[in-house]
């Protein structure tokens, strides 16, 4: 079955405390995956697009990097105003969005 | 900047009553859709459009229909409210993208959602 799964749902880290997020996928045919950061009430904001594997892309304190079964979001020396939920989606013959990451960052 | 602006941040309504949300972009994009979010399911895609008047069904479009009349413009419209329906709902568009195909290797740009509540 076709799915895309997030890991771990919830996350806590201290400020500065570096980690990675993880989405982890089963479709064939993959024709983009994205990253998305979601604020309590808002919409989803789009982060990065990841076509292939090998390929990497970084905004300030987030990298996000993808292999053929998964990408990881790399969060370096983290902000309090990085705590959000972050959403990863697939699209290949079908559009998938997994259940998202939970992410507080601690002062 | 994309902007995508869903006419109500709040809605009530009624059982059985027909609900109309809207959206509107103004970055030309060839596909919109509707999503709806509950906790702990994500978001589930209801219909997409990926040209006027074109649409197709996602993975749960019972009890729902959309109209895209306008390239920018994209409704979705409850038919007969039920309390199940109560969610947030959300619009996104997103450009056409390499290769004709109704799902686009394009990011989806989003509104801020509308939150329905049924009673």
């Known amino acids: 079955e076709d799915q895309v799964t997030q890991s771990p749902e919830a996350l806590r880290l201290q400020e500065g405390e570096s980690s990675s997020l993880n989405c982890s996928y089963t479709v064939s045919g993959l024709r983009g995956l994205f990253w998305y950061r979601q604020d309590p009430g808002k919409g989803p904001e789009f982060l990065f697009t990841?076509?292939?594997a090998g390929e990497e892309k970084e905004k300030e304190r987030l990298k996000a990097t993808l292999t053929k079964k998964e990408s990881f979001l790399h969060i370096t020396a983290p902000k309090p105003e990085d705590s959000a939920t972050y959403l990863c989606a697939v699209t290949s013959n079908q559009f998938y969005f997994g259940t998202g990451t939970s992410l507080t960052v601690i002062p | 900047d994309v902007k995508v602006t869903q006419s109500s941040r709040y809605l009530v309504k009624r059982t059985g009553e027909k609900v109309f949300l809207e959206c509107v972009q103004d970055?030309?994009?060839?596909?919109m859709f509707w999503y709806r979010q509950d906790p702990g399911l994500g978001l589930r895609l209801i219909y997409f459009s990926y040209d006027v008047k074109m649409k197709e069904k996602g993975d749960i479009p019972e009890g729902y229909s959309v109209s895209r009349e306008k390239k920018e413009r994209f409704s979705l419209i409850l038919e007969s409210a039920s309390t199940n329906q109560t969610s947030m709902y959300l619009c996104?568009?997103?450009?056409?993208?390499?290769?004709?195909?109704?799902?686009?290797?394009?990011?989806?740009?989003f509104g801020d959602g509308t939150r329905l509540s049924i009673l």
């Open positions: 996104a568009s997103s450009r056409e993208g390499q290769g004709y195909s109704a799902y686009s290797n394009q990011p989806q740009h």
């Open positions: 990841l076509y292939s």
């Open positions: 970055m030309d994009h060839e596909n």
